[in-house]
Structures are given as structure tokens and as C-alpha cells.
């Protein structure tokens, strides 16, 4: 497969315009060929343009089509081979067992998404049954379901080049939903990114989708992403990133003439809290299991322990002094690409001279030749120093963890309520320590949205009830999820069907029930 | 029932601040006592911190309390008896008979909620097992359900002063989701406010409820809502109003530093398509469907057709000079307060020297004595001048109506696509026409939250499937709806609980089902 370096508008490519860009190998600090081209004013909008007008017939299409396409994808995708992983390797530095893993998750991710919509129930059809005889007024028959919103403009993320990108999750939800998409690649791995946009292409081309159902544009800057959110064409957006772009695009996208949703995934700290019995009967575990979550992918993941809680006193020190040796003796790993290494390294400076930090594990500054590499680091602060300086709750997105060490209980709950949202919590006790523990669950739970009890953040499982959402900041919009079959709600809006004739009504909300679809009738659920 | 003029913040009395207001009598003019107070800066506080604090005792409650509490308001409500009903005629010169249904559907969404929560599968229930033996990673089990997002600020509105006012839907679903609620009163009708207030408190009180769960603010002039959305404790917003106020309340919400969800229902004109067909043989009862929607209470309903597409010819000529008789012959009402009076005679004047527009039936301007009188007015366009003149689709809030006339369906459908964003569209035609007008039907669907064939918008059912909502500028939040069981969800988000010990779940996600709910499992939903 021929990688061009040119955006994919509908079913033709962009020209090569400046300013060009290029994924640069973390490893080697290469620059990569191709050079990327940014895509014009002009191929944005005919990027929406066509979406939008592919949105008319994509919508209409059953949903046996649109899980065929998704399938077609996922089969593209697989097809690409070993060239994909090679590819995504020399952009991210993520290893290839990783990134395989990564790739499985990609194509489970569109395969659950047609199951879903094959299966149909998602669409929570309702049926209110009218009454002619009523009265004063005859009550009218009243149907609803979920319908698409429209094209949605898709912001891939740094950290999955393949799971949050091109062909993600969120395109896969849109898609699914009935959705066109219009994705803006990440600049940091844009090979990867056309590979899997050619291969949606090929999967559309190949089941005749309308053209403009889906689109893949480059651009070097801010500015190609911003005319994105801000094309009238685009009824939702999907971001995975900072704070600051999300935010960013937050603000577009309630700024436009006619605002709209948007869900971006932006940051977390994932605070992990130990309680007394657990640190003293577990701690060797403990240790070991946060380490690895810690350091996994090189902390590179948006559910990394950022907080992790610990009691005062001797256990909780003997605890700290294991994870300082295990975090110590972490392997480092070569970070994702040359920004994202230089913010960690600059978070970690800026913390070097806080006389309210105490360093438990600081890593050696080991970048030689342009090489990404990154350690360990485990600092130490108390909790009234957490609670009085909320900066210090602002993710560092890297291997870095910040123990907070409390004097008891109380402090553990008062410390609790001064956390921001958060994609997880998490809570490690005994048996009866948990029993006991409800008020510190009640608090997490409303600043988080996935509560995990002795386990771990990361690791998303992809199923219907996952949530992988939260709180402000870490999404701008806690109602939704952006993993999971709830992910798909998010392009779709309720529409209501009053008197319609059953033949001219979706099929769905026909009273034959031809789909046998799970439906609310009259209030109850029936099939 | 003694009404005070006060605020009431949670179990006590707010203090008489200036700036007074108090309700007009639209028939006369009259200066309504007592004079209300203006909620200070530390009232609006003290409503919020008790309503933050409050959600944390509420949102544990079980759901039967919950809806013990809803029907103990209804009960309340009614114990008002004549009084309320009396007290809201003289603030808005709504009908005894209307104020009497409408205090019927109060009752009737308060106690449908109970019901809801009680039944409890609005929650949304999913369960995924784990499996301990999966490799490489073991699979944790996951539950997610929806859980209540915290004290909701409702804004009352204008036209509904019980059915979306202080005890109105807005505050049934947020209180039935397990969300404190503080009441924004709407100045027009403060006395009606006050007693649905003063009933909520008392059931508040017998059925110990914490305090803060419900408070109510009085208001003059936009300071004390501003302050309301601003508040770091309001969580969402629930708006029924103006387009200018909605927006200035979305900006507020969305440039908050914890940006929150806003469900403002702002503007509409319910579009309604007369096919052929139906216009040559049925224009006596189009007429009169017509009038009777566009004239019902004063035109003052968030669902009044506001545009009618008309195809040009004879047929149109009978039917629309049918229809200009018909309103000629209607009635005038008095509106609900001065303010609206005098923006239904500004908007007409406005449109009085528009030499695209031809006037149908003009109403005379009598107002006497301070009585907000109005009659119904007809205009007339053609489709050319409304789709270069996007400023015609702006709502007039009063018993006016634009007729549209089309050359043919393919005009139609070009009308159709310059639509903005409505709670409805409706469509009138003979069996056959509908069936050949699907693609007028889809153009719709895309620009509104509710699709009514052969009816009129006019009236809203509460039920399990309706969709009081659509897109922009008819609500800030299009995936919503503000009537209906549905509606409880715009106060809730997705809570995920991973590997929870079985009796630390909330009863929704144990193992058991308790509560016999529908509950998704391991995809397949399930009682």
C-alpha cells in the first residue's frame, strides 16, 4: 500500500498543500517519509459537504448494511498485515505485541458495534398506544426511537494509533449510530492513520456506501482541526486528548452559530486509594500491581494512576518503600513522540525544586540521540498539601504517580471530596474494611465514572457496560461513554413518530415488531 | 396559605432585598400583591450548598422514597385546592378550566415519575461477567447503571406556571433521577410559584427529606439566575423560555470553569406541510384544525404552528382563504403578562411595512384598561422570500402563523431543507400522497424531535415515548427531551463498578435482580 501523505476527501484525495508535516520516530528522532500535506480550507469543506450529503442515504441504509460495512472495515483493516504494525511501531515506538493487541481491539471494537446494531435494541424503541375514545381529547399513538445525528467530526488520539484513531472507536460508534465521519488524524502518527483510512475507503468503495461517509484530513497546526468543529455540516465531535484541546474544542463547538455536542476524553489522575489492611497484609502485591500499571505502556494510557492514597504509619511506609524500589528498578520506555516526551520531562522539572514534594523515585533524564526514553518517577505529598493546591492534581501523562499520604479515615474522605472528576477510582481493602468504607465509595462515585474495587485503571474492557467517561475534566460530557456499546448513544438523538401509518414508520417501531427488537410498549419491555 | 413575597431556601424564608417585584394581572393591568423579594447573593449560596449537601442523604435514598416524596408534592398540590388555581388565573388570565387540566398533568408527570422510579429499569442496568480464566488477561466483571449527576437548577416558564413551573416536569424528573432541585421562579407568576413551593417544602418536611432538596428563588431581573447557573454546586440546568434567554444561559453554563449541561427548550415554529391531496379535499377541517391549534390559549404554546407550507393554486387560495376567515372569526385572548403582549405587537409591527409579506388577517390592537388583549394574525409569504430570509423562521410567541406557498413538492422539499431546527413538523396528506413523500418526511425528521402526521403540534402527551425537544435553536441539547419518562435521564449519567463485592452494589446491579429489573446482561436484556 502506497502512502501519499494527501487527505482523504470522500473518495478522492487532497493535494499536497503546506504546511507540510511528518511522524517523527521516537526511537531515532527521524523524521518519517512521506511529508504530510495539510488539508485546504477548501477539502474541509468539501470534506463536510459530503458527509453531510452522504448522511441522506447512509442513514436510510438497514442496519445489516451498515454492520456489513463495519465488518468490511475490521476485514481491511486485518488485511493491511504486518505492513500496519510496522508502521504504527516506527511513529510510536509502542511495541508490536502491543500494538497487535491493539489491533484485535480495533476490529473487536467495529465487530461488537455491527452485533449491536444488528441486534437493534439500542435504539430504546418506545410505544405509547393512542386512544380515539379518550376524553376530552383523543390520545394520539406515539412512537420513539434513537435516529443519527449527523456527520460528526472525529479527533484521534496520541496514545492509540489504532483503538482511538482512524477507525477507533468513536468512528466506529458514529458509523454504527448511522453517522458519516469526518476523522482528523493525529499528526504524530499520520502513516498510520492513512493506512487505516484507506482501508475504510476500500471497505466503503466496496459496499457502494455513499461517498463522503467517511473522510481522513491532515494538517499541521491547530487551525485545519478548529474549521473542522466549526463547519456547519458537523452535528457532534469526538476528541481524545489534553485538557487544553478539549477544552479548546469545547469552546468551538459551544461558540458556533448552532452549537453542538461534544464529547471530548481529556484528562485524569485515576486516584488509587489503599486502605489500612490491604497496605498491611497486601503490600508486596500492591507495589507490584501498581507499578505495572503505573508503567504500563509507558504511562501512556488516560485510565494511569496519577494518585495513589495511602495511610500514614508504618505499613503505608513500608508500602511506599516497595513501590520506590519497584518503580526504581521499572525498565524505562521510549514515549510516544518528541512533544509528548518534552512534557513529561518539563512536568517532572517543574516539580524538582516544590518543597512540598518529597521524590521517592526520580528518574535519570537518559535521552540519547533523539531517543524518547522516559523512567519512573514516585513522588510523595501529604494530603493537605493535595487538597490545599489543586494543581498538583493536573495529570502528568507519563510513568509519574503522586502517593498522598493520610493520617486516617477522615483525612481519606476530606481528600476524597477535594478531587476533580476522574475517568476511575479506585479502592483496595479487605473484605469488611470495604463493608465499612461506603461514605469514601459514595464520594468516588461522584467524581468518577468507573469505580474499581482491588484492581487496577488501566485496562478498558470493551463491553456493554463499560464506562470510560467522568466527571469535568476528565470528559466534557459525564452522560456518555466513549468505550462500550452505551458509546453509541452519543450520535444519536430521540425521534418521535405521532399517527404515523405502520408502513411509512421505521421499521423498528412498527407494530408487527419485524426486528424483534427489546421495546417499551404501553410501559412495559416486551419483544 | 399565606403567601410572603420570600424566597425559600431549603426549610426557611428568604428576607425581603430589593430589588421588589410582583405579578400583573393581564386583564387589568393591576399591580398584584404581595411584592417579592429579590433572592440576595448568599441566599442563592445558601439554596446551593443545601442542595449540595442534601444530594448526598437523597441520592442514597431508595427509589420508593423517592417516589413517596413525588406523590406526597401531587397530593400536596391538590390540597391547594381553588386557591392555586385562582391565584394563577390572576397572574397569567389562563382559564380556570385550562389552569385545571394543567394542574392535572402536574399531578399526573409527578406521579408517572414515581411510577417510573419505582419499576426502576429507566436505570439503565448492565451487567458483563467476568471470567478469571480468560487469557491473557483475566476479564473483571462489570456493571454500569445510570446515577444522579446533583442539584439541578429549573428555571420556570412563562406560558405552563404549574406544568413546567416550580413543581413542573423539569423538577419531577430531576427530583425522580435523585437530583436536589433549586427553582428559578418566573417573575410573571410568583404567587402561583410560592404555593407550589411552600407545597413542595411540605412534603419535604412530613416525609423528612433532607434540607435542601428543594428550594425556590425569586428573582427581579436576570442577576439571581446568573448567579444560580454559576453557582459550583448546580450541576445541570433546566430552562423553558426564550431563544435570547436560553442562549445567554447555555453560554453561562458553558464558560463556568467546570462547564455543566444546559436542556434549555427555547424557540420553535412547528412547521406544518399540506400535501396536495389533503388541501383539495379536506380544507374545512385543515381550516379549522388550524385555527383552533394556532389560536389555543392565546397561541401561547412552545408547539403553536407558526408556518404553514401551502402549495400554490386554487386549491391553496380556497383553503387559505378559509383559514383567514376562520382567524378573522377567532376570538382574542388575553395574553399572560405585558411583557409578551408587547412583544406579539412589536413582532407584528415589524412585519407590517414588509412588502414580502401579505397580510391575511390582521388583528385589530385593542388593548383597554391594561388588558393584554390580542387577536390572531395571518401573513403570507412565498417560499423564495422565506428561504432568503431566514429571520421569517423566528418565532412569534402568540396566535400568529406565516402561510408558505410552494409552486410544487419540489419547492416544498427545498423549503423543508432551509428549515431550522423545531420541537415539531407535522405533515397533512391523503394516504397515497404520504406514501410517495418520504423524502419530505426525512428532511423533517433531520430538523425536528417530533413527526406528526395528520395532526396538529399542539398538545403534548406525557408518556414513555414522547419527545418534547429537536434541534437547535428549538433546545440547547438535542439528545433530550423535557415531557416523557425520558426525561429523567438529562439528570443522570452512567456509573460503571468494576469487580464490586455483590452486596456493596447498588441493589439495581446485584447479582439477584431485588429489583426485578430489565437489566442488559451479558448482552441480552433480561428480567
Chains 1, 2 share one sequence.
Not at 51 to 72: I, M, N, Q, T
Not at 180 to 202: D, N, R, W, Y
Not at 278 to 302: D, H, I, M
Amino acid at each position: 500500500m502506497e502512502i501519499s501523505g494527501c487527505s482523504i476527501i470522500g473518495y478522492a484525495r487532497g493535494a499536497i498543500h503546506p504546511p507540510l508535516g511528518a511522524g517523527i520516530n521516537p526511537a531515532t528522532g527521524a523524521r518519517l517519509k512521506p511529508e504530510f500535506a495539510t488539508a485546504s480550507p477548501a477539502e474541509v469543506a468539501r470534506a463536510t459537504a459530503l458527509a453531510h450529503s452522504a448522511f441522506g442515504a447512509y442513514r436510510k441504509l438497514p442496519p445489516v448494511k451498515r454492520a456489513e460495512f463495519l465488518r468490511a472495515i475490521a476485514a481491511e483493516l486485518e488485511g493491511l498485515g504486518e505492513a500496519w504494525l510496522e508502521r504504527a511501531q516506527t511513529e510510536t515506538a509502542l511495541p508490536r505485541a502491543r500494538l497487535a493487541g491493539e489491533r484485535g481491539r480495533t476490529c473487536g471494537q467495529l465487530r461488537l458495534m455491527a452485533e449491536c446494531i444488528e441486534e437493534g435494541s439500542w435504539v430504546e424503541a418506545r410505544i405509547d398506544h393512542g386512544d380515539a375514545a379518550r376524553q376530552p381529547q383523543p390520545k394520539p399513538d406515539v412512537r420513539s426511537m434513537l435516529r443519527p445525528l449527523g456527520p460528526v467530526a472525529v479527533f484521534c488520539a496520541a496514545n492509540f494509533p489504532m483503538a482511538f484513531s482512524v477507525a477507533g472507536g468513536d468512528t466506529a460508534a458514529a458509523l454504527a449510530a448511522g453517522c458519516p465521519v469526518v476523522v482528523m488524524a493525529h499528526s504524530a502518527h499520520p502513516g498510520t492513520a492513512e493506512m487505516a483510512g484507506l482501508a475504510i475507503e476500500q471497505a466503503a468503495k466496496r459496499l457502494a456506501m455513499p461517498e463522503g461517509v467517511f473522510s481522513l484530513l491532515f494538517g499541521a497546526g491547530y487551525e485545519t482541526g478548529q474549521r473542522l468543529v466549526e463547519a456547519p455540516e458537523i452535528e457532534a465531535v469526538a476528541f481524545t486528548g489534553s485538557r487544553r484541546g478539549g477544552t479548546a474544542l469545547a469552546r468551538l463547538a459551544a461558540a458556533r452559530p448552532k452549537p453542538i455536542p461534544i464529547y471530548a476524553e481529556m484528562s485524569s489522575v485515576n486516584p488509587v486509594f489503599l486502605l489500612e489492611e490491604a497496605v498491611a497484609t497486601r503490600a508486596e502485591a500492591l507495589a507490584a500491581g501498581l507499578t505495572a500499571s503505573v508503567t504500563l505502556s509507558v504511562g501512556q494510557f488516560c485510565t494511569n494512576p496519577g494518585i495513589v492514597v495511602l495511610p500514614a504509619g508504618e505499613a503505608g511506609d513500608r508500602l511506599a518503600e516497595k513501590l520506590a524500589e519497584k518503580m526504581r528498578a521499572a525498565t524505562p520506555g521510549i514515549m510516544l513522540n518528541p512533544d509528548i516526551h518534552a512534557a513529561y520531562w518539563q512536568a517532572l522539572k517543574g516539580k524538582k525544586s516544590d518543597p512540598e514534594l518529597r521524590w521517592l523515585t526520580a528518574p535519570a533524564e537518559a535521552s540519547r540521540n533523539g531517543e524518547c526514553l522516559a523512567g519512573a518517577a514516585l513522588l510523595e505529598a501529604d494530603a493537605a498539601t493535595l487538597r490545599r493546591r489543586p494543581e498538583l492534581q493536573q495529570e502528568i501523562f507519563g510513568p509519574a504517580t503522586l502517593l498522598v499520604r493520610v493520617r486516617d479515615r477522615s483525612e481519606m474522605l476530606e481528600l476524597a471530596r477535594a478531587l476533580e472528576g476522574n475517568l476511575t477510582a479506585s479502592v483496595h481493602g479487605a473484605e469488611g474494611e470495604l463493608a465499612g468504607a461506603g461514605e469514601l465509595l459514595a464520594e468516588l462515585e461522584r467524581r468518577a465514572g468507573r469505580l474499581i474495587i482491588n484492581g487496577y485503571p488501566t485496562g478498558v474492557e470493551v463491553t456493554h457496560a463499560m464506562v470510560h467517561g467522568g466527571p469535568w475534566p476528565a470528559t466534557t460530557d459525564a452522560r456518555s461513554t466513549s468505550v462500550g456499546t452505551r458509546s453509541l448513544a452519543r450520535f444519536a438523538r430521540p425521534v418521535c413518530f405521532q399517527d404515523w401509518p405502520d408502513a411509512l414508520l421505521p421499521e423498528e417501531l412498527q407494530e408487527a415488531n419485524p426486528r424483534h427488537l427489546w421495546r417499551l410498549v404501553d410501559g412495559s419491555w416486551k419483544q
